[in-house]
């Protein structure tokens, strides 16, 4: 039977996401919040030094270190790749990991409320999200190219033997909000609560059938050849996380007042909407399928 007996609940992986670096500061405090029987839990502040710097990162985003190929790479020696083979050392390694199970703490400045994202599949993620989504209806279930090799994702979160993302918003970046603070706390305290029920052969029932978001691809914001926008996500899109955009939509206005439409034959559902963070990438947005998750 398969067990979880060591997990780890990640906070600041990024620096200016404040609410994981403060809710496993709330966990220190009180370990009777992520106690439960069965396993045993630990919380780790992923990068301090680029939260002291109120930034994302100092050299390069923690969050894109962890494929097997760059972990054992000694040329790539920047402070978040040698902190990233810290955390391997101290958590994983990755492919043989002490721990069990990973929970990665993330915000977005995107609205998309409560997110729990899968990057692999299988029997447990799919109980863990239909248990999630039964217990939190608010949650949203996201597969992210979960049809990639755990060694070939660079997420952080794949370290462990099993690994999530929770990521929640919308929060600004270096700010705290109650709402979010609250949802972050609720959706992880539920994957916990899963994993003792899973220990102990003690999963209730659950919907065979669970609504996911499966991401398709990301598009970017219209661009001149010299590299300059062109424009900005349209007001019609703004804050719709996960609501349909269908083709002939409306999804970019122009400086010169023109508007561009989505030009898919299928309709899509967008995340990370705007997001802060991907701005230096000229990333607009995600673009996802609805799926479903079917347990046997
Ligand atoms: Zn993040």
């Not at 670096?21 to 030094?49: G, M």
């Not at 400086?255 to 299928?266: K, L, M, P, W």
Request: aromatic share 10%; charged share 20%; with cysteine.
């Amino acid at each position: 039977m398969d067990k979880i007996k060591q997990v780890a609940i990640i906070g600041g992986v990024h620096g200016n996401e404040f609410t994981g670096i403060y809710l496993i500061k709330q966990y220190q405090a009180k370990p009777e919040l992520i106690s439960r029987s069965s396993f045993t839990s630990r919380c780790v502040w992923a990068n301090p030094q680029a939260h002291h710097a109120n930034k994302r990162y100092l050299h390069s985003d923690l969050n894109r270190q962890f494929k097997n190929v760059d972990l054992a790479n000694p040329a790539l020696t920047n402070y978040e790749q040698s902190r990233a083979k810290v955390l391997n050392a101290e958590l994983g390694p990755k492919g043989a990991a002490k721990t069990d199970l990973l929970i990665d703490l993330h915000n977005t400045t995107s609205n998309m409320g409560a997110c729990l994202i899968l990057t692999q599949a299988g029997p447990f993620y799919n109980q863990l999200a239909a248990y999630v989504k039964m217990v939190m209806p608010e949650a949203i279930i996201s597969c992210d190219e979960d049809h990639f090799a755990a060694e070939d994702h660079a997420l952080m979160c794949t370290l462990g033997r099993y690994g999530v993302l929770v990521e929640v918003g919308p929060q600004p970046q270096s700010v705290l909000r109650h709402d979010v603070l609250e949802l972050m706390d609720s959706m992880t305290r539920h994957i916990l609560d899963f994993v003792e029920l899973y220990n102990t052969d003690s999963v209730p029932a659950l919907p065979k059938q669970t609504e996911a978001f499966r991401y398709l691809y990301s598009i970017k914001l219209p661009m001149n050849e010299h590299g300059e926008r062109l424009g900005m996500v349209h007001k019609n899109v703004q804050d719709k996380d996960y609501q349909p955009i269908n083709p002939g939509d409306p999804i970019f206005k122009l400086f010169d007042g023109a508007e561009i439409y989505y030009e898919g034959e299928q309709t899509v559902y967008p995340t990370f909407i705007n997001e802060a963070a991907y701005y230096d990438n000229n990333l607009a947005m995600s673009l996802n399928e609805k799926v479903l998750i079917t347990l046997e």
